[in-house]
């Protein structure tokens, strides 16, 4: 690791919308920021979630168009999806994003890093591993927004090891103080839906 004296007023971990709406309202704050990334900018959303996924809505909506284009009096003929062409469409909307994210970072003035950051003691971040080298960096102020990743509930867990355990499929039903003994067909929507909360959680974004 090669200590720098590169010190910033905000060190921001993490790239995505968390990361970068930080840098953005920092750098217009005045405030001298640094972004570290350790894969593409705008993290899930950009990259893998919101954007690609209205992409696909839109071809799912334009293919339903087309083909009910007839009851409108539009002979439009069958339509089939090319997939080649809508995830290029998708690539190409996204690859731009990314490349206006960018701009915009750059003319906030915003030091994007690209590697891993990792917090330390003392407000010291380290990067290594991505084109920015390894370097340090300290902050009068660290933001960690890293995103999340998925996870299976421990309970459900087998101790034993990661090889899961099978489970019964749908789950044992168990009485419980909503919807009692009652049978699926009898249960009211809102207490079939007060059931299912009761025995999932789900959290983070
Ligand atoms: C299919 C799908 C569709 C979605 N649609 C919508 C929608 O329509 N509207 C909406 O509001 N939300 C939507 N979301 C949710 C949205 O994508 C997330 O809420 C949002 O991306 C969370 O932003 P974030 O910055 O917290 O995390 P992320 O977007 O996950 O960004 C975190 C970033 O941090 C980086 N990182 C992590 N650790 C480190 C490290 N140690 N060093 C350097 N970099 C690191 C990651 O590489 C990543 O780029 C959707 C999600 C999915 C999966």
Same mark, same amino acid.
């Given at each position: 690791?090669?200590?720098?004296?590169?010190?910033?007023?905000?060190?921001?971990?993490?790239? %995505?919308?968390? #990361?970068?709406?930080?840098?953005?309202? %920092?750098?217009?704050? #005045?405030?001298?920021?640094?972004?570290?990334?350790? #894969?593409?900018?705008?993290? /899930?959303?950009?990259?893998?979630?919101?954007?690609?996924?209205?992409?696909?809505?839109?071809? +799912?909506?334009?293919?339903?168009?087309?083909?009910?284009?007839?009851?409108?009096?539009?002979?439009?003929?069958? +339509?089939?999806?090319?997939?080649?062409?809508?995830?290029?469409?998708?690539? =190409?909307?996204?690859?731009?994003?990314?490349?206006?994210?960018?701009?915009?970072?750059?003319?906030?003035?915003? /030091?994007?890093?690209?590697?891993?950051?990792?917090?330390?003691?003392? =407000?010291?971040?380290?990067?290594?591993?991505?084109?920015? %080298?390894?370097?340090?960096?300290?902050?009068?102020?660290?933001?960690? $927004?890293?995103?999340?990743?998925?996870? /299976?509930?421990? +309970?459900?867990?087998?101790?034993?090891?990661?090889?899961?355990?099978?489970?019964?499929?749908?789950?044992?039903?168990?009485?419980?103080?909503?919807? #009692?003994?009652?049978?699926?067909?009898?249960?009211?929507?809102?207490?079939?839906? $007060?059931?299912? /909360?009761?025995?999932?959680?789900?959290?983070?974004?």
């Amino acid at each position: 690791m090669v200590p720098t004296a590169d010190h910033f007023d905000v060190v921001v971990i993490g790239g %995505g919308p968390g #990361g970068y709406a930080t840098a953005l309202y %920092g750098a217009s704050a #005045g405030l001298n920021i640094a972004m570290i990334e350790k #894969g593409r900018l705008g993290g /899930t959303c950009l990259n893998v979630g919101c954007i690609p996924a209205k992409e696909l809505l839109e071809t +799912a909506a334009t293919f339903l168009h087309v083909n009910e284009a007839s009851e409108y009096g539009i002979n439009a003929g069958e +339509a089939s999806i090319d997939w080649s062409a809508s995830l290029g469409r998708k690539d =190409k909307i996204v690859d731009q994003l990314i490349t206006g994210l960018g701009a915009l970072l750059k003319s906030r003035k915003v /030091t994007v890093l690209d590697g891993h950051g990792r917090l330390h003691e003392g =407000k010291r971040v380290t990067v290594s591993g991505g084109s920015s %080298g390894d370097i340090e960096l300290t902050g009068d102020a660290i933001v960690l $927004a890293p995103g999340s990743v998925p996870r /299976t509930n421990p +309970a459900r867990e087998d101790p034993a090891g990661p090889r899961r355990r099978s489970l019964p499929f749908p789950p044992a039903r168990r009485p419980g103080p909503t919807v #009692g003994q009652e049978s699926p067909a009898t249960i009211p929507k809102t207490s079939a839906v $007060a059931e299912v /909360t009761r025995r999932r959680a789900c959290a983070g974004t």
